[in-house]
């Protein structure tokens, strides 16, 4: 167990919906970092936050946003989803901006 | 522009040694990781190194670092049914990022 926890753990939903995924990071991690994982893309770096401020974005498309809140958890907000946004999330957290990364267990999202 | 390359499988017996094998292109990596990704689990981070050492041991694991040419190595000892995974190479380039790999998929045949 990592420390990282994610929820839901699975969500299947249907193209156009918007769906909010959570993540708690490690205690006393500052840094939270998505990525997206498909079987045809590998894994993505989408977008990392630290300490609640954007850090640094990846491949990360426009109808995606996220945020970190005062707690330190963090949201990855999915919008007029698409097929093609099948995946799995992984949320992973680090101790500052450059640590080393610990993941969550993910959340998998089906879009049907 | 900073790139992590590994194989996309590898298949060994049961009680053999596994090598997995990885490519980078940033010199200026500090550290250097592999992870195990179990069918259906998230990454768990296996072991590092960092960029001034040659070699890691951790149990069954040995890591070489090659840093002139870029190369970076999993050894696994003893292979089990268990260490069937996917296991990640990645690198922490310059700035914030960590640039990981495709993933190499290990088969063990028992």
């Known amino acids: 167990d990592s420390g990282v926890t994610q929820t839901p753990k699975h969500l299947i939903t249907a193209t156009g919906q918007r769906v909010t995924l959570r993540c708690s990071p490690r205690?006393?991690?500052?840094?939270v970092y998505w990525y997206q994982q498909s079987l045809d893309q590998g894994l993505q770096f989408l977008i990392q936050?630290?300490?609640?401020?954007?850090?640094a974005k990846g491949n990360i498309l426009e109808r995606f946003s996220a945020q970190q809140f005062p707690d330190l958890h963090s949201e990855l907000n999915l919008s007029s989803l698409e097929l093609g946004d099948s995946a799995l999330y992984f949320c992973?957290?680090?101790?500052?901006?450059?640590?080393?990364?610990?993941f969550g267990p993910g959340t998998r999202l089906t879009v049907l | 522009g900073e790139d992590v390359e590994q194989s996309l499988f590898l298949s060994v017996r049961e009680g053999d040694s596994s090598v997995i094998n990885c490519t980078y292109t940033?010199?200026?990596?500090?550290?250097l990781y592999w992870y195990k990704q179990e069918p259906g689990a998230g990454l768990q981070l296996l072991t590092y190194i960092f960029s001034n050492m040659d070699m890691k041991q951790d149990q069954r694991l040995t890591v070489l670092l090659n840093k002139k040419d870029k190369h970076l190595s999993l050894r696994i000892a003893d292979t089990q049914t268990g260490d069937s995974a996917i296991y990640f190479c990645a690198e922490k380039a310059g700035g914030f990022k960590t640039i990981f790999g495709a993933g190499t998929r290990l088969f063990v045949k028992a």
């Open positions: 205690s006393g991690d500052l840094s």
């Open positions: 940033d010199s200026s990596s500090t550290y």
């Open positions: 936050y630290y300490n609640g401020e954007e850090r």
């Open positions: 992973a957290s680090s101790v500052a901006t450059a640590d080393t990364q610990y």
